[in-house]
C-alpha cells in the first residue's frame, strides 16, 4: 500500500544526506500534492503523502505511489491524514518521525473548492470550506511545530491562491474566502516563527483548471432554491464558469511548474543567521501579484513571507529586514511568464 518508509539507507536522519530533506504534502491524492510529492521524491527528498482514506476511496492512489516509489527507488510513501481531525493529524506526525527520526518541510496543500452564488450556501457550509482550507493548516501545524521548533529549523510551504491579491470571479465567494484567511494566518505564522529558524514560503498559483480535481470536485450549494433565483440575471454566466476561466489560464500553462516550484524553494540554501551557528531563517519578500481576472493592475507590498506567484509574474525578491537574514537566497527568480 506504499505506506512504508524509503529504501533502507534512508530511514533515519543521521543516515540521510545533509540535503536530503523529510517533507510532508499534505492533500497528496491528487493534483498539485500528488505532483509536488512525486517532485520532491525524485529531487532525493524523503517524502511522505498525507493522504484520507488509505484504505478506502483513495486506497488506489496510495498504491500507485507505492508502485511509483519502487519503480524508481524513491522515498516516497503515504501516511493516514484527515486535515479535519487533530487526532488523525497527530497520529499522522508522529507516524512520520517514528519511521524517519525528524521532519523538516511541511507542503499545506489540501484544500477543497466550492462553486455557486454566495448566499446558497449555507453557514455550516462555509464553516466547513475554512474548517479544511484554514483549520487544517492549524490541525497539522499543532502537531508539527513542536518537532520543528525543537530542532531548531524547518519550512512551512502554503499553497495559495490569486484570488488572495485581488481579482474575483463571481460564485467562487467561500472559496476565496477562506484561501484569503489561510492567506493572513501563514504570514502571522512566518513572523511568529522565524526565531526558531522556521521560514514561510507561500505558494500562489494561478486558476489552474486542468490538471487538478479542484473543479471535478468541486462542492455546490446546498439551498438549491436561493440558487436558482440567481439564474434569470446570472444563468449563463454560471452555466459558462467553467468554460470561462479557463480561457484566462496561457495555453501552455502547466500544473508540473507549481510542483517544480515548490521543489526549487524547498532546495535553496538557507543563510545563517545573526545568532551564530545555529541560523535564525527569518525573511522578507517583495510581493508582487498577477493581474487579476477583471483586469486591475499588479500592486506589491512587503510582507514577512516570501511568495512566489505565476503564471503572471516571473520575479521576486527577497529582502533584508530588521537585521535579521532571509529564510534564503536574497534573490528568489520564480518561473517566467507563462
Known sequence: MGQRSGPAGQRGHHLMPPTTKVIL?????????????????????????????????????????????????????AVELDVQSQPSADAAIAEIVERHDRLDVVVHNAGHMVLGPAEAFTPEQVTAVHDINVVGTQRVNRAALPILRGQGSGLLVWVGSSSSRGGHPPFLAPYFAAKAAMDALAESYAAELIRFGICTTIVVPGAFTSGTNHFVHAGHPDDETTAAAYDAH?????????????????????????????????????????????????????????????????????????????????????????????????????????
Not at 498525507?50 to 516509489?69: F, K, S, W
Open 25 to 77: 504534502v499534505t492533500g497528496a491524492s491528487s493534483g498539485f500534492g500528488r505532483l509536488t510529492a512525486q517532485t520532491l521524491a525524485r529531487a532525493g527528498h524523503v517524502v511522505v503523502a498525507g493522504i484520507r482514506a488509505t484504505h478506502g476511496r483513495n486506497a488506489a492512489a496510495v498504491d500507485e505511489l507505492g508502485q511509483l516509489a519502487a519503480a524508481e527507488k524513491l522515498s516516497l510513501s
Open 234 to 338: 446570472y444563468g449563463e454566466i454560471r452555466a459558462l464558469i467553467d468554460k470561462r476561466l479557463p480561457e484566462l489560464v496561457p495555453p501552455d500553462a502547466d500544473v508540473q511548474s507549481v510542483a517544480d516550484e515548490i521543489a526549487r524553494v524547498v532546495d535553496l540554501p538557507t543563510i545563517a543567521g545573526p545568532s551564530g551557528p545555529t541560523s535564525i531563517r527569518a525573511g522578507t519578500a517583495a510581493r508582487s501579484s498577477p493581474p487579476s481576472p477583471t483586469g486591475s493592475g499588479p500592486s506589491s507590498t512587503t510582507g514577512w513571507a516570501s511568495r512566489a506567484y505565476w503564471p503572471r509574474t516571473p520575479r521576486s525578491e527577497n529582502r533584508y529586514q530588521q537585521g535579521e537574514a532571509p529564510c534564503r537566497s536574497p534573490t528568489s527568480r520564480f518561473p517566467p511568464t507563462l
